[in-house]
């Protein structure tokens, strides 16, 4: 049980900020986070804008994997989608962005539906296994449906336009990024908190018991799928007009497999999870690519060893993440909290 902590009412406990410490420390970050673009260069711009499709991508995998327990191995098809959906609608459709974005978050949301049937009659290793078909069907579909997507010499797409004003930098999408991924995680946060994301984990933790007190697999495990393929829609979307280019190389298998760790580094079943997860999984390749360039100049004889070292680096951290911290950077930061929190009385 936690000390200090003096709710009286139900509404009350179920604040997200529950403190005016919480809420001045998150309002200092986020003044930070405006304010960031004026100081930052253009490939740390890059790399924040990144980070944001990367949170709002993971944020919607661990509302099907780590709250309802549906596990997919597609998610890089769903943002696929949607990221090909809004390029067409703005280039053949002559559609606005701000309506485009939101088409393509739902037409990944349709494909989630779809895939998400099998999700009625199999769990586990099975469900994977059809959202693990649901990926090469959609990279097939990519490559091979020209008259749609162009196969492999892909779909430009023009700046992204707000009225006049027309986003084409780091800087002026990173506002836009900004907005969409605060967004998304105040909805997942308040989603979980609600009577559908109780019914999510009740179904995560004993499907059975969940069907017997009333709650309908049929709706919630769809609804989780179509929710999810909506954050991947948006993100693939984010991501297609901020490179201008849609190609079936942007959206590989691999990419699914980096999103499930996100989300596993991160923590299961935690919104702060999947925003740690998703800054942890952008930023150590990067660091690791100054790190090896640096190794490089100094030990030029050496030089093709980095490149495969990387890779064993980054590999290794993950490993020992599961092995040392199976809930993920979520309860380290759980932990730190609680030891300040009641310090210096952490008994």
């Known amino acids: ?111 989630g539906l779809i895939i998400g049937i099998p999700s009625l009659r199999v769990k586990g290793l099975y469900l994977c296994m059809a959202t693990l078909a649901s990926q090469f069907i959609f990279e097939f579909l990519f490559i091979h449906w020209e008259s749609l997507t162009k196969g492999i010499r892909g779909i430009n797409v023009p700046p992204p336009m707000i009225g006049s004003f027309a986003l084409d930098t780091e800087k002026s999408y990173y506002y836009l990024t900004f907005a969409v991924t605060v967004l998304a995680v105040l909805y997942g946060r308040n989603l979980v908190r609600s009577k559908v994301g109780r019914a999510f984990v009740a179904i ?50 691999h990419l699914s497999i980096q999103y499930l760790a996100m989300v596993i580094v991160g923590g299961l079943g935690s919104i702060l999870g999947s925003i740690f997860g998703a800054v942890f999984m952008t930023l150590v390749p990067e660091i690791l690519n100054v790190v090896t360039g640096n190794l490089k100049d100094i030990f030029p004889a050496a030089g093709k060893l980095f490149i495969p070292l990387k890779e064993v680096v980054f590999g290794s951290l993950i490993v020992i993440f599961l092995i040392f911290e199976p809930r993920g950077l979520a309860e380290i930061w759980r932990r730190i909290k609680a030891f300040f929190q009641l310090w210096p009385f952490s008994y």
């Open 204 to 253: 995560r933790d004993r499907d059975l018991a969940a069907e017997i007190m009333g709650i309908s697999l049929f709706r919630y495990k769809l609804t989780a799928f179509a929710i999810s393929s909506f954050y991947a829609g948006i993100a693939g979307g984010l991501w297609v007009c901020f490179l201008r280019i849609v190609t079936p190389e942007h959206f590989p298998f």
């Open 1 to 111: 049980m936690r000390c200090a902590d003096f709710k009286e009412t139900y509404i009350k406990d179920e604040e997200i900020f529950q403190s005016l410490f919480v809420k001045v420390w998150l309002g200092a970050f986020l003044v930070f986070l405006l304010v960031f673009p004026l100081f930052a260069d253009p490939y740390v711009l890059y790399i924040a804008n990144m980070i944001g499709f990367a949170v709002i991508a993971a944020v919607g995998l661990n509302i099907l994997t780590g709250f309802t327990g549906q596990i997919s191995l597609g998610h890089a098809a769903f943002a696929g989608v949607g990221g090909y959906a809004c390029a067409i609608f703005i280039t053949r459709l002559n559609m606005p962005f701000w309506l485009a974005l939101p088409g393509g978050g739902l037409v990944a949301a349709v494909a």
